[in-house]
């Protein structure tokens, strides 16, 4: 879910996120290596300055106790791929403002909230006394999480961490780790396939341009060269690979359909590239 475009001119468009880019001074975008410590600093500085003008673009369609994968407009109301809720111990990574973890509430799950962010869990503090539905909050990485080991009955994700941490393999070691024997992992991402093809939701955004092998991370940079943005790309057998050594059982792998009537555009996501291209991939894994 890249932020930028390289426009006609050359110059590169950050039209959706002025305020993180005029903040954080980002002038440009590149594909280099980034590590784990670079990616964590520039996510959490992201997504921080991000906060505000997210929340305004997406909050609605997101809603305050709604749990929706994907720009696509799945719901897990729709969809079940977490299996029965009620009365269970529910991880949310990368929770954002935490729609999904008060959507779980409301349906008896005992949720917890985890993001990287504090300014957008400000957003989820504002929600919570908003609705009235109020989930534990928890600012913490990913990659290290604040729990003992087998505390949790399920874990969730809706394109949250995932893509932006370095180590993914160590996310899903760490999910592993705080799941107990036969929970599942449920997260969704950005299709693999969507690396191949620019940011762009228009006809331009339908032709190949970049190498779909090329694991090299998305970096948008300030004029210190200090990453500002970080995205990482795995493909669809890296993926496997990773929730495979980390000890899951890959249970299904849900591609949305861009569904008919459906015409809300979010950054890369329209109905053009939707009707010809999968957008959204979700992993549902149980845990051995």
Do not use: K
């Amino acid at each position: 879910m890249q932020n930028t475009t390289d426009t006609d001119d050359g110059t590169t468009g950050f039209s959706e996120h002025v305020s993180a880019v005029e903040a954080l001074g980002t002038t440009g975008i590149t594909h280099r290596p980034v590590g784990p410590a670079e990616s964590r600093s520039a996510s959490r500085l992201w997504w921080d300055a991000d906060a505000d003008d997210y929340q305004a673009a997406h909050g609605d369609f997101l809603g305050d106790v709604q749990f929706r994968w994907c720009p696509e407009g799945l719901t897990e109301e729709g969809a079940e791929l977490l299996g029965p809720v009620a009365g269970r111990n529910v991880l949310e990574v990368g929770c954002g403002a935490a729609s999904c973890s008060r959507w779980l509430a409301v349906q008896g799950a005992r949720p917890i909230a985890l993001d990287l962010s504090a300014g957008m869990l400000r957003h989820a503090r504002e929600a919570n006394d908003r609705s009235g539905v109020d989930v534990p909050l928890v600012l913490a990485d990913a990659g290290a999480l604040p729990f003992p080991d087998e505390s949790f009955d399920l874990a969730c994700s809706a394109f949250g961490a995932v893509p932006f941490v370095a180590d993914s393999a160590a996310v899903m070691r760490e999910v592993h780790r705080v799941l107990r024997p036969g929970a599942r992992w449920v997260f969704a991402t950005t299709h693999p396939l969507r690396w191949a093809f620019p940011d762009d939701p228009g006809p331009e955004g339908l032709t190949v341009y970049h190498s779909y092998f090329d694991r090299t991370p998305y970096a948008e940079f300030d004029d210190d060269g200090r990453a500002t943005y970080v995205e990482h790309h795995r493909t669809l057998g890296d993926r496997v690979r990773e929730l495979v050594a980390a000890g899951f059982t890959l249970v299904d792998l849900v591609e949305p359909e861009w569904p008919e009537g459906h015409q809300e555009v979010w950054g890369q996501w329209s109905p053009l590239r939707g009707a010809l291209v999968p957008g959204t991939a979700i992993y549902v894994c149980r845990r051995d």
